[in-house]
Nanobody, 124 residues
Framework: VQLQASGGGLVQAGDSLRLSCTAFGLNRAMGWFRQAPGKEREFVAVISRTGSMTSYSDSVKGRFSISRDNDKGTVYLQMNTLKPEDTAVYYC?????????????????????WGQGTQVTVSS
């Protein structure tokens, strides 16, 4: 299983970016995590396999939006009003298989596959 994340870059505070992650054929909940230098990888957002349910970390709630297009095999993370503290490598991940359409895990250990990461840098 290959997950390919893209869309990162260098932006200024207040700007927007959209990250994409291709994961063809994966009928699973999909999440985004991020890791800043010297810090643990942390949960950002997750969307259920059908797209009917989402969950966000408190630090991004109201600014970030996760969505998916299962026909295109792509998951998106729309990031608005970016802050310098959003600077990190962002990873997409596919959750462990689960039949529930409401499964939206936020723990790293609930994810089976990880992409290579894309760098997001927000300057002040």
């Amino acid at each position: 299983v290959q997950l390919q994340a893209s869309g990162g870059g260098l932006v200024q505070a207040g700007d927007s970016l959209r990250l994409s992650c291709t994961a063809f054929g994966l009928n699973r909940a999909m999440g985004w995590f991020r890791q800043a230098p010297g810090k643990e990888r942390e949960f950002v957002a997750v969307i259920s396999r059908t797209g009917s349910m989402t969950s966000y970390s408190d630090s991004v709630k109201g600014r970030f939006s996760i969505s998916r297009d299962n026909d295109k095999g792509t998951v998106y993370l729309q990031m608005n009003t970016l802050k310098p503290e959003d600077t990190a490598v962002y990873y997409c991940a596919a959750a462990l298989a689960n039949p529930s359409s409401n499964y939206v895990p936020n723990q790293k250990t609930s994810y089976a596959y990880w992409g290579q990461g894309t760098q997001v840098t927000v300057s002040s």
